[in-house]
């Protein structure tokens, strides 16, 4: 289920005024005759709609807010049978993560470096010959 609050950038308490200006400010944004073409825009414009349609009509806005908070919980529950396990489990892939991180970096940083020494020994390279040729011509 989408979040629609999420989409058009405002808070789940918004009025239908709040709403209405976020509506009007994104659909100027990604409006289809604006960026032609584009797919993404055309995919964006199409949520945007679709999430002020349901947001400004209050019926359909409250069995929105249910459908949403219901899915909530049903994720919370699937996710979090045994909270402290996942905790120390989660806990555990972000140091896996971090670490993974940092190794990358440095197998990037060095990479980097690799090529800086080789584009200088490159340059060097060309500015002998640049020198040499101009030795050969004046000879």
């Known amino acids: 289920m989408k979040d629609y609050y999420y989409i058009l950038g405002v808070q789940s308490s ?3 005024e709040e709403i209405r200006k976020a509506y009007r400010k ?9 960026n032609e073409g584009d797919k993404f825009f055309e995919d964006r414009f199409k949520e945007i709609q679709e999430a002020y349609e349901v947001l400004v009509d209050e019926a359909r806005r409250k069995i929105y807010d249910a459908n949403f908070k219901n ?3 049903q994720y ?3 996710e ?3 909270n402290t396990t996942n905790q120390s489990n ?3 892939n972000q140091k896996n993560t971090k670490t993974e991180k940092i190794a990358l970096f440095g197998k990037i940083l060095t990479i980097v ?5 080789l584009i200088w020994f490159v340059g060097i390279i060309i500015i002998i010959l640049f020198f040499f040729n101009l ?3 004046k000879q």
């Open 135 to 137: 030795y050969k011509e």
């Open 71 to 73: 899915r909530e919980k």
């Open 14 to 16: 918004a009025s239908n």
């Open 26 to 34: 994104l659909s100027l944004k990604f409006h289809p005759d604006k």
């Open 76 to 78: 919370d529950q699937t």
């Open 80 to 82: 979090n049978p045994e």
């Open 113 to 117: 470096q690799k090529q800086k020494y």
């Open 90 to 92: 989660t806990q555990q």
